[in-house]
């Protein structure tokens, strides 16, 4: 099995391996080059979710750049 890279969606930041489209909001801009993870498991009321804009949940990246 061919081993998948991790990306991060330069929109949402949402993290994800496979395809070149992010799940979340279908943008093709992303990169691997994020720092930091986040699981975002309570979307509806993280407040730091609601600060990223964040509302589902998921594995998303911190910073990308
Ligand atoms: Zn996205």
Do not use: H, W
């Not at 391996?17 to 799940?23: A, F, I, L, S």
């Amino acid at each position: 099995m061919a081993k998948t890279k991790e990306k991060a969606c330069k929109i949402c930041k949402s993290i994800y391996e496979e395809g070149d489209k992010c799940p979340n909001c279908e943008s093709k801009e992303f990169t691997e080059n994020f720092k930091g993870k986040m699981e975002v498991i309570n979307a509806e009321k993280s407040q730091i979710a609601k600060n990223l804009g964040i509302n589902k949940n998921g594995l998303y990246a911190i910073k990308t750049r």
